[in-house]
């Protein structure tokens, strides 16, 4: 599987746009760029995926460069409830055994 | 609602009492896995099952054992605990392979003295 790299820290004003970069230089062709969270230390929480496109849901938007080599999630107008560690994760499937958690960027949202 | 469904939540024992943590889902999901989170190392996944009766290792399967006899449980077995295995453990189901997103419990935090 790919490797990523996100930064370790962010801080976000609330009522703000996050934007939470993800960096997979060598991402093969049938990987998928998942998005997941974790809040405290609830379960983790699927938040958005894509393979090429941009994608858009209730949540966020993902954003993928067009040599897939990085992304950007958007969380459009992030609140306190939003603080959490974002996991960007690249995987050819993604059933529930094949997700590689990094480290994360850990989110901040600040009042 | 959707959900999987990890018992107990939280559970202090003692090196050696063997134990199960028990998760469930309602989805009807084919794929299960568990998971363990340690402070530092991330999460670890420890088993996965990609079917009923069929099950594999992930990349920390020592000193675990799991099963799946029916499709919505994937117990997590102990046989010995011993104070390493204290962690947070994570349930998680997936309709699929590909294309699809993962469901986590609420966790298990276990405590072995």
């Known amino acids: 599987d790919a490797k990523t790299t996100q930064p370790t820290s962010m801080d976000c004003a609330e009522g703000r746009a996050a934007n939470l970069p993800c960096n997979h230089s060598?991402?093969?062709?049938?990987?998928?760029v998942y998005w997941y969270r974790q809040i405290h230390s609830q379960g983790p929480q699927y938040i958005i995926h894509?393979?090429?496109n941009n994608e858009t849901n209730e949540m966020a938007s993902l954003i993928i460069t067009e040599d897939r080599k990085s992304s950007t999630l958007i969380l459009p107008h992030a609140t306190l409830r939003d603080t959490a560690v974002y996991y960007c994760i690249v995987t050819p499937g993604a059933g529930s055994y094949q997700l590689t958690f990094g480290k994360g960027t850990k989110l901040s949202v600040i009042p | 609602e959707a959900q999987v469904t990890q018992n107990p939540r939280y559970l202090i024992t003692v090196t050696g009492k063997k134990l199960t943590v028990t998760c469930s889902q309602n989805?009807?999901?084919?794929?299960m896995s568990w998971y363990r989170q340690d402070p530092g190392l991330g999460l670890r996944q420890i088993y996965y099952s990609m079917n009923v009766e069929v099950t594999d290792k992930g990349d920390v399967p020592e000193g675990y054992k799991v099963s799946r006899k029916e499709k919505r449980n994937f117990p997590l077995i102990l046989e010995s605990p011993s104070p390493n295995q204290t962690s947070l453990y994570f349930c998680?189901?997936?309709?699929?392979?590909?294309?699809?997103?993962?469901?986590f419990g609420q966790g298990t935090r276990l405590t072995v003295v």
């Open positions: 998680a189901s997936s309709r699929g392979q590909f294309n699809t997103e993962a469901f």
């Open positions: 989805m009807n999901h084919e794929y």
């Open positions: 894509g393979l090429k």
């Open positions: 060598t991402i093969s062709g049938n990987e998928y």
